[in-house]
């Protein structure tokens, strides 16, 4: 249960650290230690991430304090334990006032630290939570719930938590379902605009008659059918986000009014006279080569320099196979839950094509073949039966082996057959990882049918 559960100590006495951290390990959790404060700042620079700090209150390099500070600027839900051979009244509170769970006096007792411990995990987790169930309500996703354990996924996070307060433009750059919107929605909610809008905005799916006015609104009377004024999508993520998806899908025409509306900072609506000032973050996306594109004539060069001043490129799934079980554990209960199954986990031969596959649909393909595969479960566990064709590929040619060339003498059709039957079957059970209802449904045969089969066999 705690296999999950990443634990940072430290502590410049290695006595401690040693004891700490088997203590901690014979409890379930994935312990790293640092000898003093500042190697554990630097640890949380390079975008470590620890569901627990626990630290020496008084040390040399870098004390407790700065531990503290580091750790709730990163990541405020995380609880962090002080402990100290000088505690003081002065120094608990200090503590506590700038967010530290617990404070804990040396020498302390090992049953009442291993309470204190798993307060500060249920504390977290019931916050982890209260926040996901209302980022739900509201649409939001924030740079701590972007799943994965790849070294590109943390990079991308680090990138992410350092820009969101800034103010520049971001190109996300990507195949198509590789998660663009969830790393634009993540900046947006992790920084200072995340109380204003975030207007996402499919350039690929506006027709093209209809953009411009989409985009920065029109006038009453302005053309056939405008019967009122009416607000652009530019104008209605004022003090936010705008988020414009498929930006290698915008007509020339329109890049230029684009270009023009970041460069002043104002939108003109169609068929207005007054421009109207506008304060908007821009993040962009696509899954094309920009580059090829303005070689082409088809994207202006001084738009794509405006709308790439900081680049951040995601990863195919198939290059992050890493991400594939994270993103399993995170996607699965929602589908379950959402479909009232009761299909939680995989079983181990489902996973292994399921970390197999090349996902050219990317996490959007993954998530879809999760839907699928809870939709045909039939208990508490996904088999490989589960799972589309294309990612177990058992077919009857790869099972029956193709006939020899009959000689004048015949063959034993009942042997051969049997042999056949017995290819199948040990086939089906292969591919289920053994389990015998999933191999019996593979078959299409009854779990009953098969093991008499199976103990005819032996």
Known sequence: MNENCHILIIDDELSVREMLSILMKRQGFDVTTASNGNKAMKLLQ?????DLVITDLAMDRGDGLQVLSQVKTRDPHCPVIMITAFGTTDSAVKAMKKGAFDYVNK???????????????EHRKLVRENIDLRSRVKGEKRINDIIGH??????IIFLCEKISNSPAAVLLTGESGTGKEVIARAIHFNSNRKSAPFIPVNCGALPEQLMESELFGHMKGAFTGATENKTGLVQAAEGGTLFLDEVGELPVTLQV???????????????????????????????????SLIENGAFRTDLYYRLNVISIEIPPLRRRKEDIKPLIDYFLPQIASEAKSQARDVHPAAMRYLMEHRYP???????NILERAVALAS????????LPPRLTKHTAESI?????????????????????ESQYIKKALDQTGGVQSAAAKLLGITVRSLRYRLNRDD
Request: hydrophobic share 40%.
């Open 46 to 50: 390079e975008g470590n991430r620890f």
């Open 107 to 121: 020498p302390f007792n090992i049953e009442e630290f291993k309470v204190v411990v798993a307060q500060a995990l």
């Open 150 to 155: 790849s070294e590109a996924i943390k990079q």
């Open 257 to 291: 009014k684009l270009l023009r509306a970041l460069q002043e900072k104002t939108v003109r609506p169609v068929g207005g006279q007054m421009e109207v000032p506008v304060d908007v973050r821009i993040i962009s996306a696509t899954n094309q080569n920009l580059q």
């Open 361 to 367: 649909g990317n996490v959007r393909e993954l998530k």
């Open 379 to 386: 208990g508490d566990l996904i088999t490989p039966v589960d």
């Open 400 to 420: 029956i082996p193709a006939p020899n060339k009959m000689t004048g003498d015949g063959i034993d059709l009942d042997a051969t057959l049997a042999k056949v």
